[in-house]
């Protein structure tokens, strides 16, 4: 379960990582999360429209930096009550790609949204994204998974289907 701390404060917001990341203004349509099975990585993907198209964003939130290699990262954060925040790449974070490929197999579901505030849990929070699988006769394990960033067109054909309020296209898929 996804813990969202509904008091705290966030520098910058998450609007300003996307409006950053996005390279300029957007419109959020949604978004959902995934819980790390190790309770350490924040895993949250963002559907945006932007300049007219569709786009998905993947992130992950880290209490410490990745040594550097094939992941990026986007930016960090003060979070008030987590305290610094690394801020990656989720297409590039093992953990979030671990994340992506189990969803895609249907062994792991997207994480409820438990609301804190002031240290106590005080409700539950549905996602605005909501994930299903639609999947192919055969998916080998082995198969590469790509993570869409850009939704154009990926409405169709097998793999992790996001659906959200007037809308729904595959963000990630398993090929090969």
Avoid at 79 to 94: A, E, F, N
Avoid at 96 to 108: E, N, S
Avoid at 153 to 162: K, Q
Wanted: contains cysteine.
């Amino acid at each position: 379960m996804a813990i969202v701390h509904t008091s705290a404060t966030i520098r910058p917001t998450k609007a300003e990582l996307l409006e950053a990341e996005l390279g300029g203004p957007f419109e959020l349509l949604g978004s959902y999360r995934f819980d790390d099975p190790a309770g350490e990585v924040g895993v949250e993907a963002f559907v945006v429209r932007r300049d007219g198209g569709l786009r998905h964003v993947a992130l992950t939130y880290r209490g410490a930096p990745l040594p550097s290699g094939d992941t990026r990262l986007v930016s960090t954060m003060e979070h008030s009550v987590l305290g610094q925040r690394w801020v990656y790449d989720g297409t590039t974070d093992p953990v979030a790609i671990d994340c992506f490929r189990r969803a895609v197999l249907g062994q792991q579901d997207q994480a409820a949204l438990e609301m804190w505030d002031d240290g106590r849990a005080i409700g539950v929070r549905e996602p605005t994204v909501h994930l299903t699988v639609r999947a192919r006769a055969e998916i080998s394990e082995h198969a590469a998974l790509r993570i869409e960033r850009d939704l154009a067109g990926s409405a169709d054909g097998p793999g992790l289907v996001a659906s959200w309020a007037g809308g729904e296209a595959v963000v990630a898929r398993l090929e090969g």
